[in-house]
């Protein structure tokens, strides 16, 4: 008897099944055992959450970040497998072990899918180009998400089942596919929530109208006799729905139960994947083209399935890739609606890409056997077509292997940290009773959380942040402030400003940039740990108390929480061994999934293969022509004047030295150790410090023929400089000569040697910090600091308009005064300042900030000013009924050289100010103080920073604003708050002044920060 046609496709199927689920041991596999998932995005939060698991099973609340957060907002099954796993291998290995298996399960439930749709062979195609697609390839190893791909597995799993119930009412179908959605509940609700929409519910319509298309009907009744088998079908896809959302609602009841009572209320988080792919390429890049680079070409194919029964699926796989392209076509956010700023839109894109593999599977088996093998060997000849095939199997693959290795050559994350030594410092000498900030860590800031006991403010789990210094502002993470520009810089100049509020005591810097930031705000270097990360500190912060406040949860929400997400997969899996006698495969479909082979005797007429040829040649050549063409513009774009000043100054930004010296033409000798010692030290707050927001070309000027040797050329460009300190902006006057290998920036040596006699000894002031205490009434002597007495001048409470976001103007409170140190040692002060409405109640308080020389020496004052702008309420002066001030401090031996002088020249709205560097070493970044008195009382203070570093001997003019802000008023006199011990009211000598026009006078002060002063 002749063997059964379908017993060999579906044999073939399988085989290409195990196929597939050893590509995926192979290739993924390799690269999760290497650990290739600590460079991605996710991966090192799904293991910080395992970490708590495996510490706290029955524990939902996480203290370590945020303050504290429930982990009820998260399901929470790819975290219990981790946890699980850890027990065994450890946290790192835990995660590639369950994330192994998830694409393991995902080759199955991708098999199980296709084969209600398409042959059991193509089927198997389908589950080998889900081994090497880009997609999975990137959602794994760049993006590092278990929740997503481990969820998807448990889905493509429950839909086969789902659909054997609803054909033929199989009520162990219906238990089996219910435990499985169950599972993918467990394992993320939102592929639950969509995947119903672009998954379960497009399959089951398929079978739901199996019955008008494909049946016998009676002759002369129409489609009208398939109504009494389809509405059985159609209210057994109801009951289904029904229990899925059942599940969704029962399974994860404590996350749902906590979204209601604490709903998320933040500022949109920008995302790339929401951005316009034309305007922001990077993003398309990323968000697009990676995804759907192994499998775009069969979007065609896929589309001609529109006119076939498998339209439901089609119809689903164009809405996904509609919403995967984000903000490139209005259509994704008039759907998505308000949900359209909180979604990323990436998870449409991968979706998209798995939905598409069955017809990818469908288009290799038509290649095989089908019309479309046929069409392309008249095309391509069978030569032509073996050839193709095999370029796209290698493309395929080394596609899959590029993008794998993606974060090696393209960084998203730093490089990695060695955490041990800081793990070592937070748990020694109890210094993981106070909290700790990273800076510059990416998400290996989720690794150092994992591994040690001590919390931090920050986080990276966004929905579980309810801070409102976080959730005010689009900032993702203040470890990342600088890359949410402005807003989070505000964000962590927040936390900064007021530590103590936080117990925010250490921060731990990767990023030199913040270093300005936390100096000026009154932080001071400890030194640099054994891994190269610099350990900030802020002295006079209080220690956690010994039991933090938490939240309580219902018993029964915590043994939900702890059971029913684990629960969920071990039934499922049991429900295949208890439920479903027959051996587990696919029931088959009750669709014709034969691909028939061309007629007998098919030929394409020739003169549409030429057609088709002439037409394909010329799309390649255009396309060559195009890719060409851009080469050419990318490599020839330098050759222009402005082009070179804008590749120059982007090199610099981006640390590329090298490349930039290259477009140098250097005059005198300049060799390149001298040209980078000369932008080292003339750069300051420039170099190490400032990120380029902009570059612009004001005007070029050409002498002689600009595509002559020797030509020459004037370039005037515009810097813009983002800071943590703000933005400032450079003009710069560039002199060019044509050369024989183009345009370079003519540069000699900006440094002359120094003579001797400048380089002398200077005496310096070292303080001895002798053992003296303040001692409160009912304090023990040994359980407080060594303080410094202080004293407050006059302080006032004014309002002022400052421009707001919107391009307009809001009014703002302020203190202004002044701050002496009266004692003999020196001080590290906070000044503090709280506002109270007619109850009494407090509405606002705040310390000073960057406005204000922190570390005083013995006698000196400094002025500040202390802003209100909380964002936990809006503060009016029609709010404000009284106001309080305090300083404290603590002796101090840290930060105080002043080796900086200045002299000034008043004008009518400006001084003008020489700054010189009086000291015998490099001061980086200098800090100039103006206060303007009125009468004897400080009005108000502005200050600047040098935005160039000075040499010993070397000075620097910099005007300095001397008029009040708009719309300047008066409130009240400030009285000192009866919280300090320390500060006393008592006459002090007047700070010398200087008069302005009128009867204004004003008074500089000058500090510094050094690099890499300890």
Same mark, same amino acid.
């Given at each position: ?14 085989? !290409? ?211 009494? #088998? ?38 949109? #988080? ?117 050839? +193709?095939?095999?370029? !796209? ?119 030199? =940039? ?170 300051? !707050? ?35 400089? =983002? ?21 370079? #920036? ?126 936990? +309420? ?18 101090? +031996? ?121």
């Amino acid at each position: 008897m002749a063997p059964d046609p379908s017993t060999s496709i579906a044999r073939d199927g399988l085989r !290409l099944l195990a196929v597939a689920l050893c590509m995926v041991l192979l290739l993924h596999g390799t690269l999760l055992f290497n650990q290739s998932f600590v460079r991605t995005y996710d991966a090192l939060i799904h293991i910080f959450f395992g970490a708590h698991y495996a510490a706290n099973w029955f524990d939902p609340w996480e203290p370590r970040w945020y303050t504290g957060f429930w982990l009820v907002s998260y399901p929470p099954l790819a975290h219990y497998l981790i946890a699980l796993a850890s027990k065994f291998v450890g946290l790192k290995l835990g995660f590639a072990v369950v994330q192994l298996g998830a694409l393991l399960l995902l080759t199955v439930g991708v098999y199980r899918f296709s084969s209600l749709i398409v042959p059991a062979r193509a089927a198997g195609y389908a589950c080998v180009a889900l081994a090497l697609s880009s997609s999975i390839t990137e959602t794994v190893h760049v993006f590092g998400q278990l929740p997503t791909t481990l969820s998807l597995a448990f889905l493509l799993n429950a839909i086969p089942f789902g659909w054997v119930w609803v054909r033929d009412s199989n009520k162990r179908a219906l238990i089996i596919a219910v435990l499985w959605m169950a599972a993918t509940t467990a394992a993320h609700h939102v592929t639950t929530l969509f995947g119903s929409v672009f998954f379960t519910a497009p399959a089951l319509l398929v079978v739901v109208l199996a019955t008008v298309r494909w049946r016998e009907l009676p002759p002369g009744r129409g489609r009208l006799a398939a109504l009494p #088998i389809i509405l059985p079908r159609a209210g057994r896809a109801v009951l289904f729905a029904v229990l899925t959302i059942m599940m969704l609602v029962i399974v994860v009841l404590p996350y749902w139960l906590w979204s209601r009572a604490d709903p998320i209320e933040q500022v949109p #988080i920008p995302h790339a994947s929401r951005d316009n792919f034309l305007q922001n390429q990077a993003a398309g890049l990323v968000f697009w083209l990676i995804p759907w680079a192994s499998t775009v070409l069969f979007l065609p194919f896929a589309w001609a399935q529109m006119r076939s029964w498998r339209w439901p699926i089609v119809a689903s796989l164009s809405l996904l890739f509609v919403l995967g392209t984000g903000g490139t076509t209005p259509v994704p956010r008039a759907l998505l609606r308000g949900a359209f700023d909180i979604l990323t839109l990436d998870r449409f894109t991968f979706w998209a890409t798995i939905l598409i593999l069955p017809f990818v599977g469908l288009a290799v088996e038509s290649v095989r056997v089908g019309v479309l093998g046929a069409w392309l060997r008249a095309v391509l000849t069978r030569h032509g077509l073996n050839v +193709s095939l095999a370029l !796209l199997l290698v493309f395929s693959t080394v596609g899959a292997i590029s993008v794998s290795t993606l974060t090696r050559y393209r960084k998203f994350q730093p490089e990695p940290i060695d955490i041990a030594p800081i793990v070592n410092f937070l748990e020694k000498d109890l210094h993981w009773r106070y909290r700790y900030l990273t800076l510059g860590f990416g998400d290996q800031m989720a690794w150092l959380s994992a591994n040690t006991r001590a919390s931090t403010p920050d986080g990276n789990y966004h929905s579980a942040r309810r801070l409102p210094e976080l959730t005010a502002t689009p900032i993702e993470r203040l470890e990342g402030a600088k890359f949410s520009g402005t807003a989070g810089l505000e964000s962590l100049r927040r936390f900064l400003t007021v530590p103590e509020k936080y117990n925010l005591k250490y921060v731990f810097s990767n990023d030199a =940039f913040y270093d300005p930031l936390l100096y000026f705000s009154g932080w001071h270097r400890l030194g640099t740990l054994e891994n190269g990360i610099a350990l900030w500190e802020r002295e006079d912060i209080p220690p956690l108390p010994e039991r933090l406040p938490r939240p309580e949860l219902p018993p029964y929400q915590v043994a939900m929480w702890g059971v029913l997400p684990v629960a969920a997969p071990v039934l499922a899996l049991l429900s295949l061994l208890l439920l479903w006698k027959r051996p587990v495969r696919l029931p088959e479909s009750d669709v014709n999934l034969t691909v028939l082979p061309p007629p007998a005797g098919w030929t394409l007429p020739p003169g549409r293969v030429k057609t088709i040829r002439l037409a394909g040649g010329a799309f390649l050549v255009v396309l060559a022509v195009g890719v060409g063409m851009s080469t050419w513009r990318t490599l020839h774009a330098a050759q222009t004047p402005d082009r070179v000043v804008m590749s120059y100054w982007d090199n610099i930004d981006f640390r590329r030295f090298a490349a930039a010296y290259t477009l140098i033409d250097p005059l005198e000798k300049l060799s390149e150790e001298r040209w980078l010692l000369d932008l080292s030290v003339q750069g300051g !707050l420039r170099t190490g410090y400032a990120k380029l927001s902009d570059i612009e070309i004001d005007r070029v000027r050409y002498q002689g023929k600009s595509g002559v040797v020797g030509a020459r050329a004037t370039v005037q460009v515009r810097l813009r400089w =983002f800071t943590a300190l703000g933005e400032f902006t450079d003009v710069l006057r560039h002199d060019l000569r044509r050369t024989p290998r183009g345009w370079r #920036i003519q540069a000699r040596p900006l440094l002359q040697a120094r003579p001797p006699g400048r380089f002398m000894v200077q005496p310096q002031v070292a303080y001895a910090i002798p053992a003296r205490r303040l001692q409160g009434v009912g304090v023990k002597a040994g359980s407080v600091l060594d303080r410094p007495r202080l004293s407050l001048g006059p302080v006032r409470l004014v309002s002022y308009l400052r421009p707001s976001p919107d391009g307009g103007a809001e009014r703002e409170l302020a203190m202004v005064g002044t701050l002496t140190n009266v004692d003999a040692r020196p001080a590290d002060t906070t000044i503090t300042g709280l506002l109270r409405d007619a109850g009494g109640r407090e509405i606002a308080r705040n310390n000073a900030e960057t406005a204000v020389i922190h570390k005083l020496l013995p006698g000196e004052t400094t002025p500040f000013v202390i802003r209100f702008d909380a964002v936990e +309420s809006v503060v009016t002066e029609r709010l404000v009924a009284s106001a309080a001030v305090d300083a404290k401090g603590v002796v101090s +031996s840290r930060d105080l050289s002043r080796t900086l002088g200045v002299w000034t020249e008043p004008g009518l709205r400006m001084v003008a100010s020489t700054v010189v560097n009086l000291g015998t070493s490099e001061s980086t970044i200098g800090h100039l103080l103006l206060g303007l008195y009125q009468g004897q009382d400080l009005a108000w203070v502005n200050h600047t920073f040098l935005p160039r570093s000075l040499a010993p001997g070397d000075q620097q003019r910099m005007p300095l604003r001397a008029d009040l802000p708009p719309g300047y008023r008066v409130l009240m006199a400030v009285k000192r708050s009866v919280e300090g011990l320390q500060v006393q009211t008592r006459a002090l000598q007047p700070t010398e002044t200087f008069a302005l026009a009128g009867d204004r006078r004003y008074a500089v002060w000058v500090h510094d920060f050094k690099r890499g002063e300890e």
